[in-house]
């Protein structure tokens, strides 16, 4: 099984080459693709983290750790991480790109980084870069770590292959139900530990403030409420709910997140389908809109500051939706759809606390939504009671640090 991955690796690492070039143009990094990292003599923990949600994680544990004394180096994946580490992330931190699973470029990278230990946040498992870790005697950790049901039965297929690539690998889980899917795929039950999720820890940005008020700026006094980490096939639906909520509710606004940029142009013509006037937000919106399209990176924090409730998208349509917390920590009601697959834990936890709604469909979503920009101090009770819900959680990130210096060597 690792020879065909390793055969598989070596022939579609090209496309995938390209595709990340295509994709993040302007900020694809060849060289670090590669493993041609700057070497680095103060063995640093190294923390890889795909996007934006797990580079925030990472930002927060690399704080912690460097309190603790000890160097960091991060990596990501994606163009939309690296542009947030840079913005949210320690000066000195200097993120790079995430080198490509082949042996020569992980062992290049292990090589020049010569880090003391290597952290994967949530879900990763690269079995080229595990191996070239032990073989230089590197531990490895996956923190945070989450096996969706979807991933779950995905890598079941594989098992062989992780079975490998997790025999020495230091697992802290999010639940016992994670652990004990990392366990099936062959991780030790001795290195798995449940620590919690760290995104209960993150905080704003530092630049919260300032871009809350940047964006407050142009935003006319009127009902305001957010949709965030909207994704394909959902924008029509999310405007759809708008024209209905501006109906019951009239000169309601709107801020529409798309989860992925190069949707924009998408959500434009949504909006002009449906008689919305929308404009996006680099634009420098005036105060003739309906619809404020976010396309920016690290804002959407600062936006859900600024609505009377939020709706968490990549839940209305079947792609097991995003990051519920987000609006939570801020004290808004947090409405999201019927596929919350990827974060189902926390959307129970704020169901149960009485923090959150789901809805069904547009009309549903139109109808809460209306409710809460009629009462806003009904918005406010249900926003506290999701504030309460996810400080019960905190600490992970602290317990993690201290399971990751505790567990390396010399350290």
Not at 128 to 136: D, G, I, Q
Not at 188 to 200: A, F, H, M
Not at 362 to 367: D, H
Request: glycine share 8%; aromatic share 8%; charged share 25%.
């Amino acid at each position: 099984m690792r020879l065909v991955y390793r055969t598989l690796s070596l022939l579609l690492a090209p496309f995938w080459l390209l595709f990340l070039a295509i994709k993040q143009r302007g900020n694809f990094r060849f060289l670090e693709r590669l493993g041609f990292y700057e070497s680095r003599e103060d063995a640093p923990i190294w923390i890889q983290a795909v996007s934006v949600g797990e580079v925030r994680i990472a930002l927060r544990l690399a704080a912690v750790l460097k309190s603790r004394g000890l160097p960091v180096a991060l990596t990501s994946t994606t163009a939309t991480g690296l542009d947030l580490a840079v913005k949210e992330g320690h000066p000195d931190l200097s993120p790079q790109a995430f080198p490509v699973d082949l042996p020569g470029c992980a062992k290049r990278a292990v090589k020049r980084l010569s880090p003391r230990a290597l952290v994967l946040v949530e879900t990763e498992i690269w079995p080229t870069l595990f191996r070239e870790a032990r073989t230089s005697s590197v531990p490895v950790f996956i923190v945070n770590a989450r096996l969706s049901d979807r991933s779950f039965r995905r890598t079941q297929k594989f098992r062989r292959l992780y079975e490998k690539a997790l025999r020495d690998v230091f697992v802290a889980a999010q639940s016992e139900e994670h652990a004990a899917r990392f366990h099936i795929l062959g991780a030790s039950s001795e290195r798995i530990v449940v620590l919690g999720n760290l995104k209960y820890d993150l905080r704003p940005p530092e630049t919260f403030e300032e871009v809350r008020a940047s964006l407050a700026r142009g935003i006319p006094e009127a009902p305001l409420w957010v949709a965030g980490s909207v994704r394909e096939g959902e924008e029509a639906l999310v405007l759809e709910a708008h024209v209905a909520v501006r109906a019951s509710v009239p000169g309601a606004r709107l801020i529409l997140a798309p989860r992925h940029l190069n949707r924009t142009p998408v959500c434009m013509e949504e909006c002009k389908k449906l008689g919305l006037r929308g404009v996006e937000r680099t634009a420098g919106p005036g105060p003739d809109w309906d619809v404020l399209i976010l396309d920016t990176v690290g804002e959407l924090w600062s936006a859900y500051a600024l609505g009377t409730a939020a709706f968490v998208g990549g839940s209305l349509v079947p792609l097991g939706g995003q990051n519920v917390l987000e609006p939570a920590f801020l004290g808004k009601p947090v409405l999201f759809g019927p596929h919350t697959e990827n974060f189902r834990e926390d959307a129970e936890r704020l169901l149960a606390g009485s923090g959150a709604a789901r809805v069904e469909d547009p009309r549903a979503l139109a109808e809460r939504v209306a409710a809460f920009l009629s009462e806003p101090a009904q918005a406010e009770a249900c926003g506290k009671k999701a504030l309460i819900a996810v400080e019960a959680h905190k600490g992970a990130v602290d317990r993690t640090a201290k399971w990751i210096a505790d567990t390396i060597p010399g350290v």
